[in-house]
């Protein structure tokens, strides 16, 4: 199985599904792509002066290195933080990473968020989804046969977010921890922007989630009721 995370900044994929990448991980048969469209160029509220550039090396750098311990592939689409915009371009790009990864699931931000990076994201997602398996659609790989089942990870904080899918995190929780320290600058970053750092944040989500469905620890998701981007049967772990 293939698997495709796409978030709008460096570490929405983290916060909202890392749990689950490192359910898959316990498989032998899994390849795990990470994809974000912005540069994060705009992740340095714990410092404002330092420059845009910098921040965006940094956060790749961070990216890089959480894809790296779950054995797999991260890449940035390099657009301007807080400001992505839905492109043809983009919409090829990330159509051509699900086809280069051959993809069999694809995660996406929410439809509905608090940040329109994170909602713009979803439309693009969406979009390449169908795109990736059109056959006029020409990118540097042949198309999929079919589109990616696609599902929508949860919402900063859970709100305007119903989860129809839970994924038990129990076992892996302590590991998605240790994996969100290596974003040094967002937890130093989220505290000042939000008032709480990547962890602290894990262990509210994830045991309100994990009450929900009865565990310790869960990340909810939701299916796009689109066709063709819906799968027979359970996908997640």
Not at 133 to 141: F, Y
Not at 207 to 232: D, Y
Request: with cysteine.
């Amino acid at each position: 199985m293939n698997i495709v995370s796409v978030g709008a900044h460096q570490d929405d994929i983290e916060l909202n599904c890392l749990g689950t990448l490192l359910r898959y991980r316990e498989r032998p048969d899994v390849t795990i792509t990470n994809v974000t469209i912005s540069n994060g160029n705009k992740g340095g509220n714990y410092d404002p002066t330092v420059p845009y550039d910098e921040i965006a090396a940094i956060r790749i750098q961070e990216a890089t290195a959480v894809a790296k311990a779950l054995d797999g592939r991260y890449i940035c689409l390099d657009q301007e933080d807080e400001y992505i915009r839905d492109t043809d371009q983009t919409r090829n790009r990330l159509a051509d990473i699900l086809r280069q990864a051959r993809a069999d699931v694809v995660f996406a931000p929410p439809p509905v968020d608090y940040n329109t990076d994170h909602t713009i994201s979803s439309g693009i997602v969406y979009h390449a989804c169908l795109l990736a398996s059109v056959r006029t659609i020409k990118t540097g790989h042949p198309p999929l046969a079919q589109s990616p089942a696609l599902y929508y990870m949860d919402t900063i904080t859970g709100l305007e977010f119903q989860p129809t899918h839970y994924v038990d995190i129990t076992s892996t929780f302590a590991r998605k921890c240790e994996l969100l320290k290596l974003h040094e600058s967002q937890m130093r970053g989220m505290i000042a922007f939000g008032g709480w750092d990547l962890v602290e944040y894990s262990q509210k989500v994830n045991a309100f989630r994990g009450l929900q469905c009865g565990v310790g620890f869960a990340e909810g998701f939701r299916p796009a009721l689109a066709w063709p981007r819906l799968r027979p049967g359970n996908l997640l772990p």
